[in-house]
């Protein structure tokens, strides 16, 4: 079958980002091929765990996308930290005498952010607002590849690999159907060990907040990579929540205007026209500066400014949050000028921030420095399917109510013409379809095959 067409059926999408659909980004041919296996957040061993399984697989699925891609390289970044992976990767080029480069890259906070990459591989910047393709690069992370790997003998993705850590009993790596609830999650790695707890789905550091309540009523999706359990009274929950009255009072009253949260911000040291410290002023001054503004929507919302940079404990990128959801709800756009070229800062060597200054900074040191060297496999006896999981529109259900489905088929499908993703049974058994998502229970397999 065409690459493109297994890729579409499977229903892969970008498992470390936003889920944007693979078989749309890979329809292309570029210069480079790069694979992120960076693992950005700290905390997270899941796609360590994935090379050092599978490095064999990656490769070959490497070397297959590098000529579909028509690339002239492939290269791999990886953090100099993750020496047991490199020498598996290493190994697995030189026994299939593969033409993929490994580039390895300083353990800092956020080398896997896609500009900085391809400004470490490839020594471009991406303009803001724009895509690796600008500067002819695709960049595909670890789990993606491995479901594009199975997408060409037929397996749609059905299940995800997951770290479970921070404040649970037992910090373990889990591989369970997509739609298995957060709890259940939880559970697998012995329970959480405190009451008053947040989740941070994908990371501690950009992660999604899910409160304790609603552990319950929400579930894996083909982009999760890790649940992460703090405090909920913690430095990071407690920044996460202060409310924008109260972080505008602050700044009014505390921003001294030391520009440290530009002068440490990446995508400014990449050459972006992205100024923190100026829209803190506008907003702490409150002066009429429309462009200061405007910048806000080029942040990428790392946090670095926020959790790491401010000697004041202000919160430049949740005002750029704020000020980022007027612009848009306005319908202000970023203004991309044509054929401007970026050039990162020549301080940018060396104002990166090891990752380990971060975690120390953010009061993760507790949970750090824990390797998981095995998966547990788990079958819930109900999950509950996203209709959407990617960028794009909800797929469409073709199963009602009542049916029964066999583990593995195809449940919603991507319309012709829209921008979206196939989504595939995780588990058999009977459906329930919702608006937004579908409900199987799991049912005796003879009843599916009879149904
Ligand atoms: S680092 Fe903090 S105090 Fe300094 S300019 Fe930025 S927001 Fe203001
Ligand atoms: S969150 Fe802060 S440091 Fe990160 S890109 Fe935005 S302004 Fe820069």
Known sequence: MDIIKAIKEAGVVGAGGAGFPTHIKFNTSIETFIVNAIECEPLLETDKFLIREHATALIEIIEKLKMHLNASRAVIGIKDKNTKEIEALKGAIKKQDASVEIKVIANYYPA???HLLVQEICGKSIPPTGIPLDVGVVVSNVATLLDVKNALEQKPVISRTITVTGAVKEPTLIEVPIGTSISECLNLAGGVTTTNYTVLLGGPLMGHECTKERVETSYVTKTLGGI???ESDSYLITMKRLPMHHII????SACIQCQMCTDLCPRYLNGHPLYPHKVMRALGMHERNLEAMISALICCECGVCELYACPMGLSPKTVN???????????????KTENLKYEPHEMMPYRKIHTDRMVARTGLQKYAGIHLNEV?????????????????VLSKPIVKSGDFVAVGSLIARNEEGTLGANIHASISGKVTVGLENIVIEAVDQMEVLDG
């Not at 980022?324 to 756009?333: F, M, T």
């Not at 547990?376 to 999981?389: C, D, E, G, M, N």
Request: charged share 30%; net charge positive.
């Open 376 to 392: 547990r496999l788990y079958k819930p006896s109900v999950v509950t399917i996203a209709l959407k999981q990617h960028i794009g």
């Open 321 to 335: 949050q704020f000020i980022k959801k007027e612009l848009l709800a306005q319908g202000i756009r970023f203004e």
């Open 112 to 114: 896997g952010d896609e």
């Open 228 to 230: 992460v359990v703090v």
């Open 249 to 252: 009072r602050r700044t009014e």
